[in-house]
C-alpha cells in the first residue's frame, strides 16, 4: 500500500525553479497568476516561503527574485468568477503579499464582446492583462502553476492535432513570452514580449503533491468548477478520459462519457515507458519528450555557432560545410525552424513564423540544405552559355514564412557574399532573408508605416519616448524627452509632411522618411551597420539620425 503523498518543501522547489532561469537572469520581481486554485496558491506560498528563506539567510542565495507579487485575471465568465477572486485576494493577504485584480471588460477594446469568448480568447485575453501587470509592476518575469499532469493533458491534445515530438514535450519550464499575434490587439506584446518571460517550476510536479503542500501548510484554496465540465472544452474532455483511466474504468465507459476516442495516444505514450509504473507512465513519457527536446535544441544550437557567418542585420547566413554537422533529421528540421523564426516577418514565437509547423514545408527546406542525392560530377555540370562558367546547382527558393533562401559562396577574405557558382578557394553557404515586400513598382503597403499620428499624440501626452516595432523585427525608439528638430518640425506643421517608415535595400531595413504633397522625399534616418567587403552596408548617420534609434529584436536562441 502506497505511503502518504508528501508535500514540496521549499529546498525541492528552489531546486525546480533553478531550471526556470531566463536566459537573462532573474527580475528583481517576480509576478505570479493567482487564480485562486491549489495550482497557484500553492507557487505563490512556495515562492513566498523560499524568498523569506533566503533573504533571512546569513549569506543570501544570489541568482533568484527579490519580491512576489499576486495578479488576479476576472474574466465574468462564470457564476464563481466573484469567490475566486476573493479567495485569490485572502491568499495573498495571508502571506503578506502584494496584490493586484484585474477585470476583462469584454466588448471594450481592445476585447471582443462576450459572444465572441471561447476558451482560446480567454487565455489570450488573460494573458494581455498579465502582461500589462508585468509592466505596471516593473518586472519581466511571470510565474504560472502549470504541472506535470497539465502537460500531459496538452500533450495529448497536440497529439490529435498531428504535433511532432518536439510539439508532444508540451510546455517548457522557461520561455521567452514573444510577440503574440499580428492580428490581434488584444494578444500582442510587440518587442517588450521578447524581452519577457514565462517560468512554470511545477512542471516537474505531479497534481496529488501540490494538493499534498496546500494540505500541509493549511492553504485555503477554490477549484474552478469548469475544470470539471467535460463537455466545455477538449482539455477539460482529455482531464476526464485520464481521470476515468485512473479509476481502473473500461474503455467503452471513456469513449461514452467523452465521445472523444483519444485511447491510442494514451497508449503511445505508455509505450514510450512499458517498465514504469502505469500510475505514472505518462509523465514520465513526456519528461523524457521534454529531455530529447532539450538535446536537439543543444545540437541545433551548436551548429549553428559553428555554421553562422556575419551578415546584414535580420539576415541568417550559413556556411554549408559546417551545417554537415546536423545528421539527425529531427535536428535538421528544428535549425530550419529556428532559422524561420530568426528571419520572418511574423510575430516571433507565432506559429506563422515556424511555417506553421508544416512538416512538409520543413521537410523540403531540409532536403534543400541536405541533399540526399549527390551532387553531378564537374564533367555534367551544365555551362551557363552567357558567362561560360558552370551553373551553380543550387537554386534560390521560397522556405515559407515570408523566407527567402538565397545560395552563395562566402569570400575567404573578408567574409562578404557573391551570387555566382564557387571557385577555388571560395566556401558556399545559403543566406536566409525576408521576403522582398515590393511590388514591381512599389513597397507593399504592409510595409509602409505611417507614425505621425502617434508621434503626436505620444508628445501631446507628455511620453518622453514613442517605441514601435516595424515589420515584427525592428524596435524604433523616436527621443521626444528632446526638442524635435525644427526642421522636421516646421514641415510637419506648415507643410503636411508625414513621417513614414519604408524598407529599404535588399535586407529590408527600416528606414524613416520625412515626405508629403508639398514636401517631397527626405530620408531622415537609416539602420546603421556596417560589415567590411558588403557593398550595401549603411555607417554614414543621416541629418537626424541622434533623434531615432533603431536595433533588431528578433531571437535565434531556443527559447
Known amino acids: 500500500?502506497?505511503?502518504?503523498?508528501?508535500?514540496?518543501?521549499?529546498?525541492?522547489?528552489?531546486?525546480?525553479?533553478?531550471?526556470?532561469?531566463?536566459?537573462?537572469?532573474?527580475?528583481?520581481?517576480?509576478?505570479?497568476?493567482?487564480?485562486?486554485?491549489?495550482?497557484?496558491?500553492?507557487?505563490?506560498?512556495?515562492?513566498?516561503?523560499?524568498?523569506?528563506?533566503?533573504?533571512?539567510?546569513?549569506?543570501?542565495?544570489?541568482?533568484?527574485?527579490?519580491?512576489?507579487?499576486?495578479?488576479?485575471?476576472?474574466?465574468?465568465?462564470?457564476?464563481?468568477?466573484?469567490t475566486m477572486e476573493s479567495v485569490a485576494?485572502?491568499?495573498?493577504?495571508?502571506?503578506?503579499?502584494?496584490?493586484?485584480?484585474?477585470?476583462?471588460?469584454?466588448?471594450?477594446?481592445?476585447?471582443?464582446?462576450?459572444?465572441?469568448?471561447?476558451?482560446?480568447?480567454?487565455?489570450?485575453?488573460?494573458?494581455?492583462?498579465?502582461?500589462?501587470?508585468?509592466?505596471?509592476?516593473?518586472?519581466?518575469?511571470?510565474?504560472?502553476?502549470?504541472?506535470?499532469?497539465?502537460?500531459?493533458?496538452?500533450?495529448?491534445?497536440?497529439?490529435?492535432?498531428?504535433?511532432?515530438?518536439?510539439?508532444?514535450?508540451?510546455?517548457?519550464?522557461?520561455?521567452?513570452?514573444?510577440?503574440?499575434?499580428?492580428?490581434?490587439?488584444?494578444?500582442?506584446?510587440?518587442?517588450?514580449?521578447?524581452?519577457?518571460?514565462?517560468?512554470?517550476?511545477?512542471?516537474?510536479?505531479?497534481?496529488?503533491?501540490?494538493?499534498?503542500?496546500?494540505e500541509a501548510n493549511k492553504l485555503d484554496y477554490i477549484n474552478d468548477p469548469t475544470n470539471f465540465q467535460p463537455g466545455l472544452t477538449f482539455r477539460n474532455a482529455i482531464r476526464e478520459v485520464l481521470s476515468i483511466q485512473d479509476s481502473s474504468a473500461t474503455q467503452a465507459q471513456t469513449e461514452v462519457t467523452t465521445n472523444i476516442k483519444i485511447e491510442p495516444y494514451?497508449?503511445?505514450?505508455?509505450?514510450?515507458?512499458?517498465?514504469?509504473?502505469?500510475?505514472?507512465?505518462?509523465?514520465?513519457?513526456?519528461?523524457?519528450?521534454?529531455?530529447?527536446?532539450?538535446?536537439?535544441?543543444?545540437?541545433?544550437?551548436?551548429?549553428?555557432?559553428?555554421?553562422?557567418?556575419?551578415?546584414?542585420?535580420?539576415?541568417?547566413?550559413?556556411?554549408?560545410?559546417?551545417?554537415?554537422?546536423?545528421?539527425?533529421?529531427?535536428?535538421?528540421?528544428?535549425?530550419?525552424?529556428?532559422?524561420?523564426?530568426?528571419?520572418?516577418?511574423?510575430?516571433?514565437?507565432?506559429?506563422?513564423?515556424?511555417?506553421?509547423?508544416?512538416?512538409?514545408?520543413?521537410?523540403?527546406?531540409?532536403?534543400?540544405?541536405?541533399?540526399?542525392?549527390?551532387?553531378?560530377?564537374p564533367s555534367e555540370v551544365r555551362i551557363d552559355p552567357k558567362t561560360g562558367t558552370p551553373e551553380d546547382p543550387r537554386r534560390t527558393f521560397s522556405a515559407g514564412a515570408g523566407v527567402m533562401a538565397y545560395p552563395v559562396v562566402i569570400q575567404p577574405k573578408d567574409g562578404s557574399i557573391r551570387f555566382r557558382p564557387a571557385e577555388q578557394g571560395e566556401v558556399e553557404g545559403w543566406i536566409f532573408a525576408r521576403t522582398p515586400p515590393y511590388t514591381k513598382t512599389q513597397a507593399h503597403p504592409d510595409a509602409v508605416v505611417d507614425v505621425t499620428d502617434q508621434l503626436q499624440a505620444a508628445r501631446a501626452a507628455g511620453k518622453k519616448e514613442y517605441r514601435m516595432l516595424y515589420d515584427h523585427r525592428f524596435e524604433l525608439v523616436f527621443d521626444l524627452a528632446r526638442q524635435l528638430p525644427h526642421t522636421i518640425q516646421n514641415e510637419l506643421d506648415n507643410r503636411d509632411a508625414r513621417i513614414v517608415i519604408h524598407p529599404d535595400a535588399r535586407w529590408v531595413l527600416p528606414m524613416v522618411m520625412l515626405e508629403g504633397k508639398r514636401t517631397g522625399e527626405r530620408c531622415i534616418a537609416r539602420y546603421l551597420w556596417h560589415l567590411h567587403g558588403w557593398k550595401d552596408t549603411q555607417k554614414r548617420p543621416m541629418k537626424f539620425q541622434d533623434w531615432i534609434h533603431m536595433r533588431f529584436v528578433r531571437s535565434l536562441e531556443a527559447v
Not at 114 to 130: F, N, P, S, T
Not at 302 to 330: G, I, M
Open 89 to 214: 485576494i485572502q491568499s495573498a493577504e495571508r502571506l503578506g503579499i502584494r496584490h493586484t485584480t484585474e477585470k476583462i471588460r469584454w466588448g471594450q477594446f481592445p476585447f471582443p464582446s462576450r459572444a465572441e469568448v471561447d476558451e482560446k480568447v480567454a487565455r489570450e485575453a488573460r494573458q494581455h492583462i498579465m502582461f500589462k501587470a508585468m509592466q505596471d509592476f516593473r518586472t519581466n518575469v511571470i510565474a504560472f502553476g502549470h504541472h506535470a499532469d497539465d502537460q500531459v493533458e496538452t500533450a495529448i491534445m497536440r497529439m490529435s492535432h498531428g504535433s511532432s515530438s518536439r510539439g508532444i514535450a508540451a510546455m517548457r519550464p522557461v520561455r521567452r513570452l514573444g510577440m503574440g499575434h499580428r492580428d490581434q490587439e488584444y494578444f500582442s506584446f510587440g518587442a517588450a514580449g521578447m524581452r519577457s518571460w514565462v517560468v512554470r517550476p511545477f512542471l516537474p510536479v505531479s497534481k496529488d503533491r501540490i494538493l499534498a503542500t496546500c
Open 266 to 377: 494514451i497508449e503511445q505514450l505508455r509505450a514510450v515507458v512499458p517498465d514504469v509504473h502505469p500510475k505514472d507512465q505518462l509523465r514520465e513519457a513526456i519528461r523524457l519528450y521534454g529531455v530529447r527536446l532539450e538535446e536537439v535544441d543543444s545540437q541545433v544550437t551548436n551548429v549553428l555557432l559553428h555554421a553562422r557567418s556575419p551578415s546584414p542585420p535580420s539576415t541568417l547566413l550559413l556556411k554549408s560545410h559546417e551545417l554537415a554537422e546536423a545528421t539527425d533529421q529531427e535536428v535538421r528540421i528544428g535549425l530550419v525552424r529556428r532559422c524561420l523564426r530568426f528571419v520572418s516577418y511574423g510575430p516571433w514565437g507565432s506559429i506563422w513564423s515556424e511555417a506553421n509547423g508544416d512538416r512538409g514545408t520543413l521537410r523540403r527546406v531540409a532536403e534543400t540544405l541536405w541533399p540526399s542525392k549527390p551532387r553531378p560530377p
Open 1 to 82: 500500500m502506497p505511503g502518504p503523498i508528501p508535500p514540496i518543501t521549499t529546498a525541492e522547489f528552489f531546486q525546480y525553479l533553478q531550471r526556470c532561469i531566463p536566459p537573462t537572469g532573474w527580475s528583481h520581481r517576480i509576478v505570479v497568476a493567482n487564480s485562486g486554485g491549489p495550482d497557484s496558491t500553492a507557487l505563490l506560498f512556495l515562492l513566498n516561503a523560499l524568498l523569506r528563506e533566503r533573504a533571512g539567510s546569513p549569506r543570501p542565495t544570489p541568482g533568484v527574485p527579490n519580491e512576489v507579487v499576486s495578479v488576479h485575471v476576472n474574466h465574468g465568465l462564470q457564476d464563481a468568477a466573484s
